[in-house]
């Protein structure tokens, strides 16, 4: 059996021309961001700054990482609910559509 350290990167795609990754934390519960660009108006701001419509849904969490953490993502995590890697890996889809949206 493999151990797991910290996070883990499962899987990296493109979508909707962002850079998106799924991670695994060791608990096993999954994560899935969008590597934002220093260029996106939501580059370098926290979930308290991008509108409720934004956030993620179905019991799934928005999250950005701590100021000065490199590279900026917005993300989903599932951490009450397990979910299969294709459930995470829509939603980071439809996350990234939304971050497109944004930057248009």
Same mark, same amino acid.
């Given at each position: 059996?493999?151990v797991?350290?910290? =996070?883990?990167t ?10 998106c990754?799924?991670?695994?934390s ?10 934002l660009?220093?260029e996106?108006p +939501?580059?370098?701001k926290?979930? =308290?700054?991008i509108?409720?419509s934004?956030?993620a849904q179905?019991?799934?969490s ?9 590279? =900026?993502?917005?993300g989903i995590?599932?951490?009450?609910? +397990? ?5 995470v ?7 990234a559509?939304?971050?497109?949206k944004?930057?248009?």
């Amino acid at each position: 059996m493999q151990v797991l350290q910290s =996070w883990q990167t499962m899987r990296k795609f493109e979508h909707a021309g962002f850079k998106c990754l799924i991670e695994r934390s060791e608990s096993g519960g999954l994560a899935g961001y969008v590597i934002l660009p220093n260029e996106h108006p +939501y580059y370098g701001k926290g979930p =308290w700054d991008i509108p409720e419509s934004s956030i993620a849904q179905d019991g799934l969490s928005f999250s950005t990482p701590f100021k000065g953490e490199h590279p =900026w993502k917005v993300g989903i995590h599932t951490h009450e609910i +397990y979910r299969s890697m294709d459930f995470v890996v829509n939603k980071t889809k439809e996350l990234a559509e939304l971050m497109q949206k944004v930057s248009v």
